[in-house]
């Protein structure tokens, strides 16, 4: 039977750990950095013009090339000015400036979250178009509103309060934690599902 010193088996050991650790800096790089516990999540509706290279948000210049459309990103609420951590926004194109649009807490993971944003000029409302019930009650321009619901599943449609147009019709079928927002303008409506990108740092 084979003798082996402890000076070899060491030295075998510490070779072994320099190996595993590259690949284990690699498989870290796979994943993105967890939120900040102070974060505040913004997204930048698809409608604003790409043609932006950056968007102020609450004292920081937002990179637009780091904010895919419909995405909430995470910013430590201490890099930003005047907002609290976790809190939501959408941030809609407007004629000179962006329009921030500061959205309801989510209130429990248990239910879904129906969220309508109204970035059109008429204010707007969430229906069941087959009873005429009302979900969401008026959103006003330049608002968001939201309801936790059970999971379901419903043709809900935004309806424009005016003259009772409806903008967009949707199916649903809803899962538990499923949280979808409503994004409406002026003629049309359409639905997305909340989705999380990476975390920005403050520039």
Do not use: C, W
Not at 32 to 45: I, K, M, Q, S
Request: hydrophobic share 50%.
């Amino acid at each position: 039977m084979p003798f082996f010193k402890p000076q070899r088996i060491l030295a075998a050991l510490m070779a072994i750990g320099a190996a595993i650790l590259p690949l284990r800096a690699e498989e870290a790089a796979l994943y993105e950095a967890p939120a900040p516990e102070d974060a505040v999540f913004v997204r930048v509706l698809a409608e604003f013009d790409a043609t932006d290279k950056a968007i102020t948000f609450a004292g920081q210049q937002l990179p637009r090339a780091e904010a895919p459309d419909d995405t909430y990103v995470a910013i430590s609420a201490a890099n930003l000015s005047g907002v609290r951590a976790g809190s939501y926004y959408s941030l809609a194109a407007g004629p000179s400036a962006p329009v921030i649009i500061e959205e309801p807490d989510r209130e429990t993971a248990a239910k879904v979250h129906l969220i309508l944003v109204n970035t059109g000029t008429d204010p707007v409302r969430l229906i069941v178009p087959a009873r005429k019930t009302e979900v969401i009650a008026a959103v006003p321009a330049g608002a968001a509103t939201s309801r936790a619901v059970n999971p379901i599943a419903v043709t809900l449609a935004v309806q424009r309060v005016s003259d009772g147009a409806l903008l967009g019709t949707f199916d649903l079928s809803l899962s538990r934690g499923q949280n979808m927002s409503f994004i409406a303008n002026a003629d049309s409506a359409r639905l997305i599902e909340n989705s999380f990108g990476p975390v920005l740092s403050a520039n």
